[in-house]
């Protein structure tokens, strides 16, 4: 393959109307919704463990007796939801990659395909890589340090909706 080659836009640069690339964004959102929304129906009935699981590293490190605490009325019914939707855009983040990825590659030349697919790939990899570390590795350390350092008579008593904003 020549250096000509690598610059020919892909498609044999053929362009589309404005309209039809709207059209192809519409369909590829569409897609991505739709998967947010299978994976979160799926996740919703096991809302209230995937909260327990979540605030696990912080509940092993509150003192013997204390629990979270829901401030407003209604955050102990809202706030498993928002960590199932927040769940499913995480889960299904390699395919709203994929979806961004599908309608970019068309415009761009062969070289820079080849070189952003790796970096696409390797991102998402590392991104999970890094959830795992914060939850496995940081959280308990954090935890042990925010806990252990309230002022002597002060109950830590942390707010679900604000623990799930804060993690």
Do not use: C
């Not at 129906?41 to 590293?57: D, E, H, I, M, R």
């Not at 395919?95 to 415009?107: E, H, K, S």
């Not at 697919?117 to 914060?134: D, E, H, I, W």
């Amino acid at each position: 393959m020549t250096q000509a080659d690598n610059n020919q836009p892909p498609e044999d640069g053929d362009e589309q109307p404005f309209i039809s690339h709207l059209i192809e964004l519409r369909d590829r959102l569409l897609r991505v919704v739709l998967a947010v929304i299978v994976i979160f129906l799926g996740l919703v009935p096991f809302a209230n463990g995937l909260f327990t699981q979540l605030a696990g590293p912080l509940m092993a490190h509150l003192p013997e007796g204390s629990s979270m605490v829901a401030i407003d009325v209604a955050s102990p019914f809202f706030t498993p939801f928002k960590l199932a939707l927040v769940l499913s855009i995480f889960i299904a983040m390699p395919f709203i990659l994929y979806q961004v990825w599908g309608f970019i590659a068309p415009g761009l030349y062969l070289h820079e395909r080849r070189r952003t697919l790796p970096l696409l790939v390797s991102s998402t990899a590392l991104f999970y890589l890094g959830a795992a570390f914060a939850y496995f590795a940081v959280f308990p350390l954090v935890f042990g340090f925010l806990t252990s350092t309230a002022p002597q008579g002060v109950e830590v008593m942390t707010d679900i909706s604000r623990y799930l904003d804060f993690v």
